[in-house]
């Protein structure tokens, strides 16, 4: 019992946390892996206050797994937010029409989707390229032209396979411009997330 503990006070004040085959009386060997993710949060959340979490929320460095997810969320959801707003400007002007209120057939709707996510997809890349650099992840294991140049492509391929499901949301599916960008969002930012963090940026 007394191990147990001192290991959980270890886990409390260092935040890279435990040495590999420990472990603190919360996460099992036979535990399932988004058991033991949902386990670590929690304890997390209880064994650090307030002001310690702030802490390591505003820097980049010995970052809890916990803490760096939730600020990739909030760097996604201010790129998605220029994003759409972009894509719903050109969608409701006479540029790229592609709301089926609009009228048009489903093929050129396609087209004008393309178009106007292509176009959000370029402004929001770069400003999740300079948040995620100053503030969720460390750079250093690329030069910053190669970084952003492995960033962009990574982006574009979650980006493409996005598309691809819109797309096809509006040619046979619902036909709403607003649920394929959805698709879109959700199906990138997944792909995004996990090849950023093991092949772009140090940690």
């Given at each position: 019992m ?8 270890r886990?409390?004040l260092?935040p ?21 993710s949902?386990r ?9 206050p307030p002001?310690m ?6 820097r ?8 760096q ?20 400007a ?7 029409p ?11 709707r396609?087209l004008?989707?393309?178009a ?10 770069v400003?999740?390229?300079v948040t ?7 750079g250093?294991?690329?030069d ?5 140049i492995l960033?962009t ?6 980006f ?5 499901v ?6 046979h599916?619902?036909?709403?411009s ?22 772009i940026?140090?940690s």
């Amino acid at each position: 019992m007394e191990a147990v503990s001192a290991l959980r006070f270890r886990l409390a004040l260092n935040p890279k946390r435990l040495a590999p085959g420990e472990t603190c009386g919360m996460v099992g060997p036979t535990d399932q892996p988004m058991q033991n993710s949902l386990r670590q949060g929690l304890f997390y959340l209880r064994t650090h206050p307030p002001g310690m979490i702030w802490h390591e929320f505003i820097r980049r460095d010995n970052q809890h797994p916990l803490v760096q997810v939730s600020k990739y969320g909030f760097c996604g959801v201010l790129a998605t937010a220029v994003h759409n707003l972009i894509f719903g400007a050109l969608g409701w002007s006479c540029v790229l029409p592609h709301f089926a209120q609009q009228g048009h057939p489903p093929q050129l709707r396609a087209l004008y989707f393309v178009a106007a996510s292509a176009a959000g997809f370029l402004v929001s890349d770069v400003i999740a390229y300079v948040t995620n650099v100053l503030w969720v992840f460390q750079g250093g294991r690329h030069d910053r032209k190669k970084e952003f140049i492995l960033f962009t492509a990574v982006a574009a391929v979650g980006f493409v396979a996005g598309l691809a499901v819109g797309t096809w949301d509006i040619l046979h599916g619902s036909g709403s411009s607003w649920q394929a960008s959805i698709f879109l969002v959700v199906t990138s930012t997944l792909v995004n997330f996990v090849t950023r963090k093991l092949f772009i940026f140090r940690s």
